[in-house]
């Protein structure tokens, strides 16, 4: 079946600095990848659609220049939280449709830590 | 997009069928139910998915009314393994479309 990789699985980072979170598809091309939060107890939240060769488009409330987002192949999006801070501290997931027809496929997430 | 509501949670025991509803009363004509299983620290996994009355795999059934305004997921013979969170999400399975999550049923399975 279709598969979603993400990488890190966690990082630790110190606030102020920048964190980038991949989001590959493993064996089939997604032209559309999305971007999901999740904080301790709470259902995801999704933050952004991923377009390969254009810009994202973020939900209402999302910033945009703090959450750069990059699709730029087939199978590789990539989340960069810019100058991070301890309320950014979650839980990120990526999914991907392998197809029109298909059930979005999740990656198994990106715990971010600020210190 | 459907906005979906589901019970905070369940309590069962092992061995016991879990039925977990879901209301989607705005349903659209090219949306799908999709249902997901979530653990602690890691992305949803794929349960099942149906247009209308009924569908089963290896390790759930989903029923479906002909108004398609509600669906339930049918989890037979539950074990411990099976405590997870479970989400139903409605949509169009467009590759370019995206869904938004409700706030799931956190299912417990008792020994």
């Known amino acids: 079946g279709a598969v979603v990789s993400q990488h890190p699985s966690w990082v630790i980072c110190k606030s102020g600095t920048s964190v980038k979170i991949e989001c590959r598809s493993l064996?089939?091309?997604?032209?559309?990848m999305f971007w999901y939060r999740q904080f301790p107890k709470q259902s995801l939240m999704l933050m952004a659609t991923?377009?390969?060769?254009?810009?994202?488009?973020?939900e209402q409330g999302v910033e945009k220049d703090k959450f750069l987002i990059n699709h730029a192949s087939l199978t590789l999006s990539t989340l960069t939280v810019t100058s991070a801070h301890p309320e950014d501290s979650s839980f990120y997931i990526c999914?991907?449709?392998?197809?029109?027809?298909?059930?979005?496929?999740f990656g198994n997430g990106t715990r971010l830590t600020v210190t | 997009l459907a906005k979906t509501t589901q019970p905070i949670s369940m309590d069962s025991y092992e061995g016991q069928e879990v039925n977990i509803t879901c209301s989607h009363n705005?349903?659209?004509?090219?949306?799908?139910i999709t249902w997901y299983q979530q653990f602690p620290s890691q992305g949803p996994r794929f349960i099942i998915q149906?247009?209308?009355t009924k569908v089963t795999n290896e390790v759930a059934s989903l029923f479906i009314p002909a108004d398609r305004k509600s669906s339930t997921l049918s989890l037979p013979r539950v074990s411990l393994s099976d405590t997870a969170v479970y989400y139903c999400?409605?949509?169009?399975?467009?590759?370019?479309?995206?869904?938004?999550f409700g706030g799931g049923t956190r299912v417990l399975v008792k020994p």
């Open positions: 705005n349903i659209a004509t090219n949306d799908y």
């Open positions: 991923s377009n390969e060769g254009s810009k994202a488009t973020y």
């Open positions: 149906g247009y209308k």
């Open positions: 999400l409605v949509g169009s399975l467009a590759a370019g479309n995206k869904l938004t």
């Open positions: 064996d089939f091309q997604a032209t559309t």
């Open positions: 999914s991907a449709r392998q197809g029109d027809g298909s059930p979005l496929h």
